[in-house]
């Protein structure tokens, strides 16, 4: 008679780390995958949600949900990023809770700290100064999920954690022209300007700043690792009011450098052009992952071979590509 499977929602499934999340949840044939769309689970309404979990049991929950979006995206759009995520955070949280699920997993973002917080940053810069004026609806949001979590922990005895990863990037990233995060914008503007022969790539601003990136499918793997931890290593590595865990690689880059890196694998060979009159947003963005580290995880897709991969994904999956 084989043991009872476990039974795992992933909230945002069909997005890029939702996606990975359930990639690496199947290779595990004691687990049941429980997915649902948009068309089918509306996360920003309340009554659905309710009522989704009210029908289902579960015993862990990955909320990879969130409404994402590069510096431009974040900057046009400050309303929609704070009501959207707020929303959906509360929703599927409380509805987790109400439902007696113990164990939810909340991802976060990196920019939940301050803009000039010491590098690398630490779990506890959280809240200690000003946060970077081109994303604080999103890092608002993020905040307002982790002590979501830590709330619930606090009144009502559940086993919920949050984890903040760096800026990540890997196959099923969004490539849109005006809202796609660094990598996949820089990706789709060479590759275009390649295929037109293009005498030069005009970059936002002046490649002086630094940047951390992380593999998905690394992030799919801390996730789970962090879910799975004992809740007594959990305890010992945590506080009740501080509980969230960075996921990062520990290195960073310019953004120069990753352009150049960029260029080389989509063969782009001609000039990049730094244009320092649009905004480099915050100056560094590197995570301090010793706390990680010491609960026996750490990244091991290096950028580069990362980047090929992604570009790979990227031919094959948009049809304008090619």
């Known amino acids: 008679m084989s043991s009872k499977k476990t039974r795992i929602f992933v ?15 199947s290779t595990n044939p004691d687990n049941e995958i429980i997915t649902s769309t948009r068309n089918d689970l509306d996360l920003l309404n309340q009554a659905a949600v309710n009522a989704f979990f009210a029908n289902d049991q ?11 979006g590069g510096i431009h995206a974040n900057n046009t759009y400050p309303g929609d990023f704070i009501y959207e995520n707020l929303v959906i955070q509360t929703n599927v949280i409380h509805a987790a809770h109400k439902a007696g699920v113990q164990k939810l997993l909340f991802l976060g973002s990196s920019c939940i700290y301050p803009k000039l917080a010491e590098q690398p940053m630490t779990e506890s810069a959280l809240l200690t100064g000003i946060l970077e004026p081109t994303n604080e609806s999103y890092a ?17 005895g559940r086993d919920y954690r949050s984890v903040m990863p760096t800026n990540l990037y890997g196959p ?21 300007a390649k295929l037109r022969g293009d005498p030069q790539v005009v970059i936002w601003g002046s490649g002086k700043a630094m940047r951390e990136f992380l593999h998905v499918d690394d992030m799919a793997a801390a996730s789970v690792h962090v879910m799975n931890l004992e809740t007594a290593e959990w305890l010992a590595n945590t506080q009740p009011a501080l509980s969230h865990i960075n996921v ?9 450098e990753l352009a150049e890196i ?8 001609n000039r990049l052009v730094f244009d320092a009159s649009m905004p480099d947003g915050t100056p560094r963005k590197l995570l301090n992952i010793e706390k990680l580290r010491s609960m026996g995880w750490q990244a091991s897709i290096k950028l580069s ?18």
Request: a positive charge.
């Open 305 to 322: 071979v990362g980047l090929e991969e992604t570009y790979k994904w990227y031919i094959s999956n948009n049809s304008n590509s090619r």
């Open 11 to 25: 909230a945002g499934y069909n997005g890029m780390v939702g996606s990975a999340l359930v990639r690496l949840l």
């Open 262 to 269: 960029i260029a080389r694998v989509t063969d782009y060979t």
């Open 140 to 156: 608002i949001a993020k905040i307002a999920g982790i002590k979501l979590c830590e709330s619930y922990n606090r009144q009502y």
């Open 248 to 256: 990062g690689t520990g290195v960073d880059c310019t953004i120069r």
């Open 58 to 68: 579960f015993d862990q929950v990955y909320l990879a949900a969130a409404k994402v």
């Open 172 to 192: 099923g990233d969004n490539f849109h022209p005006e809202n796609s995060h660094v990598i996949p914008a820089l990706m789709r503007r060479f590759h275009e």
